[in-house]
């Protein structure tokens, strides 16, 4: 799931960017209004946390041409404003939740699940092959009935195999869709990434679920 955080205090921003990609998301951070409206307005985002006070464009006029857009992304204002007409104000133009700084990031992240739980409610939370099964909402993975313990990087690639299980996915995008970067040929960052998922998810049980096209990719299908 996408998260974009648009945060103008680097420390908060930076924090917030390591936390919630340590959690198994993957963040876009922007620094000031007009770059956190253009990237909500043309990207494919699961969920934003907006500052409301922002050079360029405050969070207020960001949030209101969010929603004029029709775009029906969850908003999560995280802000030191902590006066009730701020609050009021924020959830009136369309956020979601309202979150006053300091904060504990366990309860930031609580917040965030809760909210994507809601806007997810029409996508399965639980994706599914043969016996194995993966829980976004609990970033649980279990086959056969048996919890497997995944890395962040190993639930991401994970959950992309089975959200597009039947399709070969080649190199590229799953080094663009996972690790958010530019497939380089001379790495071999994935391989070795499919190899240790296998380990886990393939090698113990059958049947055997991920499979190698030559030359072309990677699929996740059931026999």
Do not use: C
């Not at 857009?69 to 133009?93: I, W």
């Not at 958010?180 to 391989?191: K, L, Y």
């Amino acid at each position: 799931m996408k998260i974009l955080i648009v945060e103008d205090e680097a420390k908060t921003g930076d924090y917030l960017r390591q936390g919630l990609s340590e959690a198994g998301f993957v963040v876009d951070l922007a620094r000031d209004g007009m770059d956190g409206l253009h990237l909500a307005l043309t990207g494919d985002y699961d969920l934003m946390v907006l500052d409301v006070m922002l050079p360029g464009l405050d969070g207020w006029s960001v949030l209101q041409t969010v929603r004029r857009a029709g775009r029906e992304l969850p908003v999560l204002f995280l802000t030191a404003r902590d006066q009730v007409e701020d609050r009021v104000r924020g959830l009136e133009l369309g956020a979601d939740d309202y979150l006053v700084k300091p904060f504990a990031f366990s309860e930031l992240l609580a917040r965030v699940r809760t909210l994507l739980r809601r806007g997810k409610s029409k996508e399965p939370e639980v994706l599914r092959a043969a016996d194995l099964e993966l829980d976004l909402l609990r970033r649980r993975v279990t086959r056969g009935g048996q919890r497997i313990d995944l890395t962040a990087k190993e639930f991401g690639l994970l959950e992309l195999l089975l959200r597009r299980q039947g399709e070969v996915l080649p190199r590229s995008l799953i080094a663009s869709q996972v690790w958010d970067m530019n497939f380089d040929s001379d790495t071999n960052v994935i391989e070795v990434a499919v190899r240790r998922l296998r380990a886990k998810v393939d090698d113990p049980f059958e049947p055997k679920l991920i499979r190698t096209v030559r030359g072309m990719g990677y699929v996740l299908e059931a026999p």
